[in-house]
């Protein structure tokens, strides 16, 4: 899929719709709790196959059950692309099958 920065009322549509993300420092966040680490190293992993399936990749940081994440498009110049929107959708989707 290829990649083009959102203007700002598509990123207020996108954040509308996605519940739980904010845009932080011009990048999509959020924190996701889990019940244990293995839960959410889990989920980390299924996202990771899928991330490589896109080429599209989260900057995120593990604490124990929770997991930090912040997505942006370097190849665009640090911006806020489509391709992180879709990544921030199939991360909430894949959350609540584990
Ligand atoms: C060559 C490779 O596909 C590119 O460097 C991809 C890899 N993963 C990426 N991930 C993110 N978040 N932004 C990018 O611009 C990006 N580019």
């Known amino acids: 899929m290829s990649g083009y920065k959102l203007n700002e009322v598509e990123l207020q549509n996108a954040i509308s719709n996605l519940p739980g993300w904010t845009v932080k420092e011009g990048k999509l966040h959020k924190e996701y709790k889990f019940s244990s680490f293995a839960e959410a190293m889990g ?38 692309s489509n391709l992180d929107v879709e990544l921030a959708k199939k991360m909430d989707e894949l959350s609540k099958s584990v």
Do not use: C, F, R
Request: charged fraction near 10%; hydrophobic fraction near 50%; proline fraction near 3%.
């Open 43 to 80: 989920w980390m992993v299924s996202v990771a196959i899928y991330t490589e399936k896109i080429g599209h990749h989260p900057i995120w940081l593990n604490i124990y059950n929770l997991v930090q994440v912040d997505l942006m498009t370097y190849d665009l110049g640090n911006v806020i």
